[in-house]
C-alpha cells in the first residue's frame, strides 16, 4: 500500500509520485492501473510533485529539481527549499516553494529562479505559494497571505507577475473568495483556470475576471 502523491499523464502511459519515495509508470487507462498492480517502477529518488515537459519526467524534492528523459540521461538542479508544486506546458516549465522562489526552465535542465516575495511583498504582503499551473495561456500561481487569505497572480512568460481577482457573482452579490488553493491546472477546452480549493470548492478563473465563478461540491 501506499500513499499517492502527484499523477501526470505520459507517453500512452501515467507516472506517479508516492510517499515511499518511488516514481512508477502505469498504463494507459489511469489510476485504474493501481489497483490491478500493473506498475512499473522507474526510479527510486524521493520526489513530492511530478510533471512532463516534452517526453521528460521533472520531479520536485526537497532541495531539488530533477530531470529525466527516456534515455535516463538526468539532470539534477540544487534548489533553496522545498519544492511544493510544479507545472509544465509544452514551452516553459515552472516549480515553486512555499516561501515563494519561482524556478523557471525552457528544457528542463536548466534553470532560472526568482524570489516572486522579494519583488512583491512591499506591494501585496508575503505570500506562501500553494500550486502552479503553466500552459500555453500564460503561468499562474496561487497561495495564502499571512491572514489566510487566498491570493493568486498570473504571468506570461514569469517576469512579470500581475494578481487576479478573486471575486465572482452569486445572486447579484459580489464575493471574495475565502477557501484555501491546493492545486491549479488549465482547462483547454474552456480556456480557463480551474483551483481545487479546500472545503470542496473550485474557483473557475477565464480570461475575464468578471466571469469567475465558484463550485461547490457537495
Known amino acids: ?10 507517453i500512452q502511459a501515467h507516472t506517479v509520485a508516492t510517499k515511499d ?19 512499473r517502477r522507474i526510479s527510486r529518488e524521493a520526489g513530492t510533485c511530478i510533471a512532463v515537459f516534452n517526453d521528460m519526467i521533472v520531479t520536485g524534492h526537497d532541495g531539488h529539481i530533477r530531470s529525466r528523459e527516456k534515455k535516463r540521461c538526468r539532470y539534477v ?21 512555499a516561501q515563494g ?7 528542463a535542465k536548466e534553470w532560472k529562479m ?17 500550486c502552479v499551473c503553466s500552459s500555453r495561456a500564460g503561468l499562474m500561481l496561487a497561495g495564502i ?17 500581475s494578481p487576479r481577482e478573486l471575486t465572482y457573482n452569486e445572486g447579484g452579490s459580489i464575493l471574495t473568495l475565502q477557501e484555501r488553493p491546493v492545486s491549479l491546472v488549465y482547462d483547454y ?25 465558484l463550485i461547490k461540491t457537495q
Open 145 to 161: 497571505l499571512d491572514d489566510g487569505s487566498p491570493v493568486a497572480f498570473e504571468s506570461d512568460r514569469g517576469g512579470v507577475w
Open 189 to 213: 477546452e474552456h480556456e480557463r483556470y480551474e483551483m481545487a480549493c479546500t472545503g470542496g470548492v473550485t474557483f473557475l478563473l477565464p480570461g475575464c475576471s468578471h466571469c469567475n465563478a
Open 1 to 10: 500500500m501506499f500513499v499517492l502523491l502527484s499523477f501526470a499523464p505520459f
Open 101 to 107: 522562489l519561482l524556478y523557471l526552465s525552457r528544457d
Open 77 to 97: 538542479t540544487a534548489v533553496a527549499g522545498k519544492i511544493v508544486d510544479l507545472s509544465a506546458s509544452d514551452s516553459i516549465c515552472i516549480a515553486a516553494t
Open 21 to 39: 519515495g518511488v516514481q512508477y509508470c502505469i498504463g494507459p487507462d489511469g489510476l485504474s492501473y493501481l489497483h490491478k498492480g500493473n506498475m
Open 114 to 130: 526568482t524570489d516572486f516575495n522579494a519583488q512583491y511583498s512591499q506591494y501585496y504582503g508575503e505570500i506562501a505559494v500553494r
